[in-house]
């Protein structure tokens, strides 16, 4: 073989092994975003729903977890017994879960049943037979005391009707008819009353008994409705109070910030028609944690599909904060800069560290500094929270103690 020869068969055998290297890498990234994307299946599967981290957690991104980092030493909050209560978040917490435990069985025990319901009494009198003596020498009897016992008993809901009377009463002199005007009904010229309306439409929305079953429910009661009856009562029902969900809307928006989110809900077509996937979307105002006084308040609007439009045409007015998850919906409303996003810290944690989207993932050192800082947040705000609690009478376990322990982690 020839100096040419042999060159040319070195180069040959080198651009075999670039391109073997290069098809290992490729495979290799392959293998590893499958493998990333099987353990998000089972995760989803078969995982839980809260969206704390396990220890399993850190292992489902690739590589062996590390034990779990511990809070950062937090400025000092300027209170003697303060250095005493925050040694330990987890001693702290589980001490005070057993102490509360311990407290409410107490509690329970000597609070007895509630005093607001209505008592009958039952008297069991001795059985004498001749009246008021002792059977063993036949004295008198007088009482020197009472056991008495509670037990709580139910007894279910009853319809009644309701009649109105309207007399009419006549002039003799001149013969005018007078009569009262007829009562006002929440449904025109319907039979069911406020209390029924009331019943049906807490059983369906909050206790969420489909209409059918409380068919069966009152036909037990020897009340026979049909579940059209039912379905028109509760559409009329919702007319009535659609100004007072309107005005739970405007209340809702007037906030600078919010929370808003989806869920799916199941909804079923006409006879013979398949169900299909609606969309719920809430709307929060709540930020007692952070110390505002205002009321709490959740605004549901319902969509048949999930696009984006639906929400940018619920926060159409709103301007403010807003605390939501990463879908892309939610994305035209942050364009103009009216509303300011903030994101969910689990939800991004959970999009771009867990899911893997991306072919080749980041470094397990650069993944574990985002699947911690959630849980640091929680595990801080625990603290101030149960030191607070066992130092109730402490003014500086409040909103700013507990802003101070968190900044350190998000700076």
């Given at each position: 073989m020839t100096a040419e020869e042999l060159l040319a068969?070195?180069?040959?055998?080198?651009?075999?092994?670039?391109?073997s290297q290069e098809a290992l890498k490729i495979a290799l990234l392959t293998i590893d975003k499958l493998k990333v994307e099987l353990a998000y299946l089972r995760r989803m599967k078969y995982g839980r729903s809260s969206e704390q981290l396990e220890h399993a957690q850190l292992e489902l991104v690739g590589g062996q977890a590390s034990p779990a980092v511990p809070l950062e030493t937090a400025p000092?909050?300027?209170?003697?017994?303060?250095?005493?209560?925050?040694q330990g978040t987890s001693n702290i917490n589980s001490l005070q879960d057993a102490r509360d435990k311990r407290k409410a069985r107490q509690q329970a025990a000597a609070r007895g049943l509630p005093d607001h319901l209505p008592r009958r009494t039952v008297m069991h009198m001795p059985n004498q037979a001749d009246g008021c003596k002792c059977e063993t020498c036949g004295g008198g009897l007088r009482e020197?005391?009472?056991?008495?016992?509670?037990?709580?008993?139910?007894?279910?809901?009853t319809f009644h009707v309701v009649r109105h009377v309207r007399p009419k009463l006549a002039c003799g002199g001149c013969r005018t008819i007078s009569q009262a005007p007829a009562a006002s009904r929440p449904i025109a010229r319907g039979l069911a009353g406020s209390g029924l309306l009331a019943h049906m439409l807490t059983s369906k929305f909050s206790d969420h008994t489909p209409l059918y079953r409380l068919c069966q429910i009152y036909a037990r009661d020897g009340v026979e409705l049909s579940r059209s009856t039912l379905t028109d009562w509760v559409g009329q029902a919702a007319r009535l109070m659609t100004p007072l969900a309107d005005?739970?809307?405007?209340?809702?928006?007037?906030?600078?910030?919010?929370?808003?989110?989806?869920?799916?809900?199941?909804?079923?077509?006409?006879k013979g028609s398949q169900a299909r996937t609606g969309r719920l979307w809430v709307y929060v105002r709540d930020d007692r944690p952070s110390g505002e006084s205002a009321a709490p308040a959740v605004w549901f609007q319902y969509s048949a599909n999930r696009k984006g439009e639906h929400p940018v045409r619920h926060l159409e007015s709103f301007?403010?904060?807003?605390?939501?998850?990463?879908?892309?919906?939610?994305?035209?409303?942050?364009?103009?800069?009216?509303?300011?996003?903030?994101?969910?810290?689990?939800?991004y944690l959970d999009c771009r560290f867990i899911r893997g989207r991306s072919l080749?993932?980041?470094s397990l050192p650069l993944r574990r500094p985002g699947l911690r800082?959630?849980?640091?947040?929680?595990?801080?705000?625990?603290?101030?929270?149960?030191?607070?609690?066992r130092f109730a009478d402490s003014a500086a376990y409040t909103v700013e103690s507990r802003g101070i322990r968190r900044r350190p982690r998000v700076a």
């Open positions: 068969s070195n180069a040959a055998l080198s651009g075999e092994v670039l391109r000092a909050i300027d209170t003697e017994n303060a250095q005493d209560g925050a020197i005391g009472q056991d008495v016992s509670e037990v709580l008993d139910y007894e279910p809901g005005a739970v809307g405007r209340y809702v928006l007037r906030a600078g910030k919010i929370h808003g989110d989806d869920t799916p809900i199941r909804v079923l077509g006409g301007r403010g904060i807003l605390q939501a998850d990463a879908f892309a919906g939610y994305h035209p409303l942050y364009e103009n800069g009216q509303v300011i996003e903030a994101a969910c810290w689990s939800h080749q993932p980041l800082t959630p849980d640091n947040l929680r595990l801080a705000s625990r603290s101030v929270d149960a030191v607070r609690h």
